[in-house]
């Protein structure tokens, strides 16, 4: 038995490797033949595209109006005298700001302790900060622990102000 397998072994190897041998053409037939004549396709002669350009022009975001900027104050100056309430317990306090605040206000707040806001009564009217827009400006307030910047935001001409940022103002 292990003789006839030893003797088909070869026998296999040698069929297997008959068909990588190129045979002869039949008559007639020109044997193919690669050419110095035809070139590689490269990417070495073709030309780089031209640069993407953008021809569009970005149309500036307008200021906020007048009285957008009033309503923004009065949204900001609301926001911190609620916000300024170090006295209510955290559920009565975060509820009374929600209505007051974006989404992204609201998930910042939630879990503060009110009694660790320094504020406890805004002490003057809030001014809007250079940079305001139409959809986004910040008003600074005076408290009693100092001016707070209260960044407010909307997503349009005619939605309210709401809060998204109350942050003691940078010097």
């Known amino acids: 038995m292990k ?3 030893f003797a088909v072994i070869p026998f296999v190897a040698a069929l297997a490797l008959t068909g990588c041998v190129g045979g002869p ?3 007639g037939t020109p044997a193919p033949t690669t050419s110095a004549s035809s070139p590689l396709p490269t990417t070495a002669g073709t030309a780089a595209p031209d ?3 953008d021809e569009a022009s970005v ?3 307008p200021e906020a ?3 957008s900027q009033s309503d923004a104050i009065t949204a900001g100056e609301t926001v911190m005298t609620t ?3 170090p006295t209510l317990d955290a559920s009565t306090w975060m509820n009374n700001l929600y209505p007051l605040l974006t989404q992204t206000g609201a998930a910042a707040y939630e879990g503060t302790d009110p009694a660790q806001v320094p504020v406890h009564r805004v002490t003057g009217a809030g001014t809007i900060v250079e940079g305001s827009t139409d959809v986004a400006l ?4 005076p408290t009693d622990a100092g001016l707070y910047n ?3 935001s909307r997503t349009g001409p005619s939605m309210p102000w709401l809060a998204d940022r109350i942050r003691p103002a940078q010097g």
């Open 3 to 5: 003789r006839s397998l």
């Open 25 to 27: 053409t039949a008559p």
């Open 51 to 53: 640069e993407p350009t």
């Open 59 to 61: 149309l500036p975001i």
């Open 65 to 67: 109006e007048t009285s």
């Open 83 to 85: 916000f300024g309430q």
């Open 138 to 141: 910040i008003v600074q307030v």
């Open 150 to 152: 209260v960044s407010v």
